[in-house]
C-alpha cells in the first residue's frame, strides 16, 4: 500500500474484537490483535485493554528542546506502524521523577477508545494539574478506562510544556536587546500552545479513533483547570472545544508582563546569568537539569516558595486577562461546568499537624498569608465563629482559607459568565474522604477518581467503598452526559439548572445530591468585601 492509498484509511481502523476468538471445534482462543489506526502523520498501533483501545504516548509535537521556548511544531510524518504502548516522557520539573522519564521531548497524548470503528462518539480531553509547574497525562488516576467504558465516550490525556520551559517569558528581554520582536515572542505562553497543537491533533485525527471532532469537552482539574479558563480567553484556542468544564481550577488573571519579566530576570539570575544577549543566549541552551534547578529562585513577586511560571498577558498569545474585568465573547456559546470542593485547603495546607492544633491567638497571624487576600483577619475568625459556633479554630482555618483563595476565583468566573448570559453549571463536592478517620473531609482533587472512576487506584483519596463507587457513578454520569449534551443533567441527579445571580444555583455532590441556593453565601459575602487578586499575576 503506498503513501497515497494508505491515507484513504484516515477516519477507519483495521480492529478485531477485543475479546479473545474461540477457533471452531476448539476450546483455545485466538488472542485480540492491536488495533491499528491510520493518523495524518502515520500508522499507530495500540493495545486492547479491559476491552478498550489504548493508545499510548502518540506524538503531536516534534522534541522541543532545538527550539527551547518556541512555538510547538507537528510531527514530521513516518510510515512504519507507530508502537503506541507506553506513556511518553514527561515534561522537566522538579519534584517527584515521572515514571515514564522526563525530558524537553515531551509532546505526547494518550486516547482510550471503546472502539475504532468509525463511530463519532462524544471526545472528553483531560488537562492535567499540578499548577503550571507539575505533572503529567500519564497518572494511573487519570486511566481513560473506566470512563470510555461508562459512557461509550473517547477519553484523551495530554502531556505539554511546563514551567520555565513552557512559560518563561523572555519577549521583553528579547526586544529591549535586540530592538525587534525575535523567536521568543511566544516564550510566555508555549505551554499553552502546546495544549492548543494537542486539541488541533484531536480535531484532525480523531475521527479515526471513533471520536466526533466537533463534540470535544476539555476538562481539568486544579492547574488544569486554569489552563483552560485561559484557552477560554485565547483567539488562537477558538473553535478546538465545544465544552469546557474545571475542577477547582480557576484562572481569573494572567501574569502582567511586567511580573513576568521580573521573574525572567530573578531566573536568569539564579542560573548566573545577566538579562542582555548573552544571557538570551546561554539559557537557550543550558542543560535541562540546570534550567529545572533554577526553579528554586525566590518569586520576586510573591516573596516566597518556588519562582512562579504561568501564563502572560503578553498581546502575541494572550491578548486580555482570562475572566477580567469580564467573561471572554469568543467562548459565549461554549457551555461551562465549574466545580469546587467544600474543603479544598484541607488537602495542601492539611500536611501540617500542628494546623489541625491551632488556637485562637494563632489565627490572626496565621490567615492572611493562605486566604491570600487583603481582608482583617479578626473580622474573618469573628464572622465564621458567628456563622459556626462549633467550628474549633483549625475548622475556621481551613473553611477561610478555601473560601478566600479557592473558591472565590470559581465564583468570580461564574459571576461573569452569568451576567453575559453565557450558560454555566456550578458543583461544590461535600461527601468526605474516609481516609485519616475523615479529618480530610472533601479535599482538593477528590473529585479526580470520581470522575475518572479509578476509586480502586492505590493514590485514589477516595478509597474504594461502596460509597465511593456510588460517587464515581454521579460523577462520571454527570461528566458524560455535559461532554455528550452540554448539560450535566442525568436521572440520578436531582434538577441542574444553570447558576444565575438571583439563586446562585449549585449542585451539592454527596450521597444524595442536592441543587442548593448559594451555598456558603455568608461565606462568599465576607469576601466579596475586598478585590480578588489572584497570586501569581
Not at 77 to 88: C, H
Not at 111 to 133: L, S
Not at 440 to 463: E, K, M, N, Q, Y
Request: overall charge neutral; charged content about 20%; aromatic content about 8%.
Amino acid at each position: 500500500m503506498n503513501r497515497r492509498s494508505s491515507l484513504k484509511l484516515l477516519g477507519s481502523a483495521m480492529l478485531v474484537a477485543a475479546t479473545p476468538i474461540a477457533l471452531p471445534g476448539t476450546t483455545e482462543a485466538k488472542p485480540a490483535k492491536a488495533p491499528r489506526v491510520e493518523t495524518r502523520a502515520g500508522p499507530v498501533i495500540g493495545r486492547i485493554h479491559n476491552g478498550v483501545s489504548v493508545f499510548l504516548g502518540l506524538r503531536y509535537g516534534q522534541d522541543t528542546a532545538a527550539a527551547r521556548f518556541q512555538p510547538p511544531v507537528k510531527p514530521k510524518p513516518w510510515r512504519s506502524p507507530y508502537k503506541a504502548d507506553t506513556y511518553g516522557a514527561a515534561s522537566p520539573q522538579s519534584g517527584t521523577a515521572d515514571a515514564y522519564g522526563q525530558s524537553e521531548d515531551c509532546l505526547f497524548l494518550n486516547v482510550w477508545t471503546p472502539a475504532a470503528d468509525g463511530k463519532r462518539r462524544p471526545v472528553m480531553v483531560y488537562i492535567h494539574g499540578g499548577a503550571y509547574n507539575g505533572g503529567s497525562g500519564s497518572s494511573p488516576l487519570y486511566d481513560g478506562t473506566g470512563l470510555a467504558t461508562r459512557g461509550d465516550v473517547v477519553v484523551v490525556t495530554v502531556n505539554h510544556r511546563l514551567n520555565v520551559f513552557g512559560y518563561l517569558y523572555l519577549a521583553r528581554l528579547e526586544k529591549q536587546v535586540t530592538g525587534k520582536v525575535g523567536p521568543l515572542a511566544w516564550s510566555g505562553n508555549c505551554g499553552q500552545l502546546d495544549l492548543h497543537l494537542a486539541l488541533e491533533w484531536v480535531r484532525d485525527n480523531i475521527a479515526a479513533f471513533g471520536g466526533d471532532p466537533d463534540c470535544v469537552m476539555v476538562f481539568g482539574q486544579s492547574g488544569g483547570g486554569a489552563k483552560i479558563a485561559t484557552m477560554m480567553a485565547t483567539p488562537a484556542a477558538k473553535g478546538l472545544f465545544q465544552r469546557a468544564a474545571t475542577m477547582s481550577g480557576q484562572q481569573v488573571t494572567a501574569s502582567g508582563p511586567g511580573n513576568a519579566t521580573l521573574r525572567a530576570v530573578t531566573f536568569l539570575g539564579k542560573l548566573g546569568l545577566k538579562p542582555d544577549a548573552d544571557g538570551l543566549a546561554a539559557v537557550q541552551t543550558l542543560p535541562t537539569s540546570t534550567l529545572v534547578a533554577g526553579l528554586k529562585a525566590v518569586d520576586p513577586v510573591i516573596g516566597s516558595g518556588g519562582v512562579y511560571m504561568g501564563p502572560v498577558l503578553d498581546e502575541t498569545v494572550l491578548f486580555r486577562h482570562p475572566f477580567w474585568p469580564d467573561a471572554p465573547a469568543q467562548s459565549h456559546d461554549i457551555p461551562m461546568m465549574i466545580g469546587n470542593t467544600h474543603d479544598e485547603t484541607r488537602a495542601f495546607l492539611g500536611g501540617d499537624p500542628h494546623n489541625f492544633e491551632l488556637t485562637w491567638e494563632d489565627l490572626p497571624a496565621k490567615l492572611p498569608k493562605e486566604y491570600r487576600v487583603d481582608i482583617d483577619p479578626y473580622l474573618v475568625i469573628e464572622t465564621y465563629r458567628k456563622l459556626y459556633p462549633a467550628m474549633s479554630p483549625s475548622d475556621v482555618f481551613f473553611a477561610a482559607t478555601t473560601a478566600g483563595r479557592s473558591w472565590r476565583g470559581a465564583i468570580e468566573e461564574a459571576e461573569v459568565r452569568t451576567r453575559s448570559g453565557a450558560t454555566t453549571y456550578t458543583y461544590q463536592v461535600d461527601w468526605k474522604s474516609p481516609r485519616d478517620g475523615g479529618r480530610r473531609g472533601a479535599p482538593h482533587t477528590i473529585d479526580i477518581p470520581l470522575v475518572f472512576r479509578t476509586t480502586a487506584t492505590p493514590d485514589s483519596i477516595t478509597g474504594d467503598t461502596p460509597d465511593a463507587r456510588r460517587m464515581a457513578d454521579l460523577f462520571s454520569d454527570a461528566f458524560i452526559a455535559f461532554a455528550r449534551t452540554g448539560s450535566p443533567q442525568t436521572a440520578a441527579l436531582p434538577q441542574w439548572t444553570p447558576y444565575s445571580l438571583a439563586k446562585r444555583e449549585t449542585m451539592v455532590m454527596d450521597l444524595k445530591p442536592q441543587l442548593v441556593d448559594d451555598p456558603r453565601g455568608a461565606e462568599r459575602e465576607l469576601f466579596s468585601k475586598v478585590p480578588f487578586i489572584q497570586q501569581g499575576i
